[in-house]
């Protein structure tokens, strides 16, 4: 990992992707001052990371670290006297920390009895017990059902409209899309783009992309190419770049002659721009 400039702003949610061996972890370890950087500097506020940053950082692992035979608050109350909450506060912290992630309900419900999405977000729970002011969330919803997954993703807007920041790593795109202010792709240890979705969409010139489905690719890529369009192949799917935004028959009437068996018009979305930026596929 060589030049690495992260910085996240205030009470953001920021993103941060890249494929497995990108460095993530690498970059939550040094956060959280499990690894020393070998230079540069790191600092929460204005506070250099050390083992008493450790104290304002809340960390939500891919893999849920629950006492299984314990109850929700037992679970709660163990983590809290980790961080030296006196008993006192440590009853209310932990009937707020049950009530945000809505499992008041649950409190004395042994983990091994919670559904998956219940235990993610006990997880949660137990990172803000300490109340913390950046909250690190490595692979939320990973897992998940469909249903599960939506309630972590209010959860995460909701602890950010609180004003908690928010890192999140995440390998679903539409997450990041979803609820991420901004986000840095990483790559062989380095940020190699940065910022919002509207201000990533600049790395691809295209108002609309489509995706077609012909038996005669070469023949359409021959025609697009003649158009100004630039084109890609995502997996199997070939695609064209719109410079603008056209109907369905204008399309259409472009590639006359060429046998189109389908066409599906997509926004620019962030798939794209990932694909794009970590030069993963292959173009023209």
């Known amino acids: 990992m060589q030049d690495l400039t992260l910085h996240i702003l205030p009470g953001e949610i920021y993103g941060l992707l890249g494929a ?4 993530k972890t690498t970059v939550i370890n040094i956060i959280c001052n499990l690894l020393q950087a070998d230079s540069g500097e790191v600092k929460i506020g204005d506070r250099a990371v050390s083992d008493a940053t450790k104290k304002i950082i ?3 692992p891919q893999e849920n ?7 929700c608050t037992e679970n709660l109350n163990f983590f809290a006297q980790l961080y030296g909450i006196s008993v006192k506060q440590r009853k ?3 009937q707020s920390c049950l009530a945000a992630v809505n499992l008041l309900d649950w409190a004395k419900t042994p983990v091994d009895k919670l559904s998956g999405g219940m235990k993610r977000r006990l997880n949660m729970a137990i990172a803000l017990v300490h109340q913390p002011k ?3 969330l490595d692979e939320p919803t990973t897992g998940l059902d469909v249903e ?3 309630e972590i993703w209010d959860l995460i807007l909701q602890l950010q409209r609180q004003g908690t920041t928010i890192l999140l790593t995440t390998h679903l795109l539409e997450e990041a899309e979803r609820l ?3 986000i840095g792709i990483l790559k062989n240890g380095q940020i190699v783009a940065e910022g919002s979705l509207a201000q990533l969409r600049q790395y691809i010139s295209a108002e609309e992309i489509i995706i077609v489905q012909t038996d005669e690719a070469e023949k359409a890529i021959a025609r697009a190419i003649e158009l100004g369009f630039n084109y890609r192949y995502y997996g199997r799917d070939l695609a064209f770049w719109l410079p603008e935004s056209l109907d369905l028959k204008e399309i259409i009437s472009l590639f006359e002659g060429i046998p189109l068996n389908a ?3 997509q926004p620019v979305r962030l798939e794209y721009i990932y694909l794009e930026v970590t030069k993963s596929v292959a173009s023209g």
């Open 20 to 23: 497995n061996g990108a460095g």
């Open 58 to 60: 809340g960390i939500v």
């Open 65 to 71: 670290l629950l006492y299984k035979t314990l109850t």
């Open 92 to 94: 209310q912290q932990i």
């Open 134 to 136: 950046l909250v690190i």
């Open 148 to 150: 599960a997954r939506y």
């Open 180 to 182: 991420c202010h901004r």
């Open 263 to 265: 066409i599906s018009r």
